[in-house]
């Protein structure tokens, strides 16, 4: 006899994906503009473009692939991770390194620097593990946080020190204890490697991921059980980073487009386009919004970086020659008047 779970099942799948279509059709009619068309017809001031934007320090210390690089609360510092084994804490205004760290595996990923005091940073990489560290006392790990299967693709502080915010490579993202090592909640809905979190900055309860199966999730940390919104099918290829920016998310992905996600209209708002993806390139790889929100930067594997002015076209607005490698990472500083990235070229950049 016919198992009748299964059918119910099946029966169940074939009803969702005819209600996801239903949907779909129901978004397209209504998709009638975006950002850049409704504000074609308002005056804009115009943004620095080369040569007022231009490489103003170069951070030379590394001797391995620069991975990822995070600002500090204040602006003054940038924290970077290498294949080298080192993390690294610069100046952004002298370019001297005040900070060194050697750690355990040189197969880091991502670093994260706490934002409000600065005096805790954490890396995750091919170990698997969250290991956080003070800059006072470089020598020892006070954390190493165990629970991923995968690699840890991304890690960012919120509320404080207290907590900590994972991605892996195991597809789900993870909120730890920073002083205690528990896991406080397990985030699990995508199918495929978490590249990319990024955490509301007025609201820190409000965090989106970016994974390889081409989705953007929108979670409220306060209602762990499932993501509030899910965004699919905007993407050909790999999602590779997010950035929010008020309610909207940027996104940059191995297709070499980035999208316009609006939370309040549960769509995008806009398609960037005018960068290569062909097969051989990873296509883009990091993005940033600027502290307005009107520019979107995003890295490239060919070694660029592409600005576009959201608000004027789908075109860049200019793109900059930014390093010999693999664009590995960039930010924008909280203070927005700085853009710093990072590269496979072992050096960091500040614009």
């Not at 170069?58 to 510092?77: A, E, N, Q, R």
């Not at 091919?126 to 629970?147: F, R, T």
């Not at 576009?308 to 909280?334: E, I």
Request: aromatic fraction near 6%; hydrophobic fraction near 35%.
């Amino acid at each position: 006899m016919p198992d009748l779970n299964l059918i119910k099942i099946e029966s169940a799948k074939t009803q969702i994906s005819s209600l996801e279509s239903q949907l779909n059709v129901e978004r397209t009619k209504k998709r009638d503009a975006t950002l850049y068309s409704n504000s074609s017809k308002t005056h804009l001031a115009e943004i620095r473009v080369p040569p007022a934007t231009k490489v103003r320090r170069t951070l030379k210390g590394h001797f391995g692939k620069v991975t990822s690089l995070h600002w500090s609360g204040d602006s003054s510092c940038v924290a970077s991770a290498s294949q080298d084994g080192k993390l690294l804490l610069w100046n952004a205004n002298t370019t001297n390194k005040l900070k060194s760290i050697s750690l355990k595996s040189p197969y880091v990923m991502t670093v994260g620097m706490e934002q409000t005091k600065g005096n805790m940073v954490a890396c995750g990489g091919l170990d698997n593990l969250v290991s956080i560290y003070k800059w006072n006392e470089p020598s020892q790990a006070i954390q190493e946080l165990a629970h991923h299967d995968g690699f840890v693709s991304c890690v960012r502080f919120c509320k404080g020190e207290s907590k900590i915010l994972s991605g892996s490579g195991d597809s789900s993202l993870i909120l730890w204890d920073v002083e205690t090592g528990r896991v406080l909640e397990q985030l699990q809905e995508h199918a495929a490697d978490v590249m990319s979190i990024s955490i509301h900055a007025h609201n820190e309860n409000i965090v989106a991921s970016g994974s390889v199966d081409k989705t953007v999730k929108i979670w409220d940390l306060r209602k762990p059980k499932g993501s509030t919104q899910s965004f699919t099918g905007f993407h050909r290829g790999d999602i590779n980073a997010v950035d929010f920016t008020h309610d909207m998310v940027g996104t940059a992905s191995q297709d070499g487009t980035c999208q316009l996600l609006d939370l309040r209209a549960h769509d995008t708002v806009g398609t960037l386009v005018g960068m290569d993806a062909s097969d051989d390139q990873e296509g883009l790889t990091c993005c940033s919004f600027s502290k307005s929100g009107r520019i979107l930067f995003a890295g490239h594997s060919n070694g660029t970086v592409a600005a576009w002015d959201v608000l004027k076209s789908a075109q860049p607005a200019f793109v900059l020659q930014a390093h010999d490698k693999h664009v590995s990472s960039l930010a924008v500083n909280n203070m927005g008047d700085a853009l710093c990235t990072s590269s496979w070229d072992s050096t960091l950049k500040i614009w």
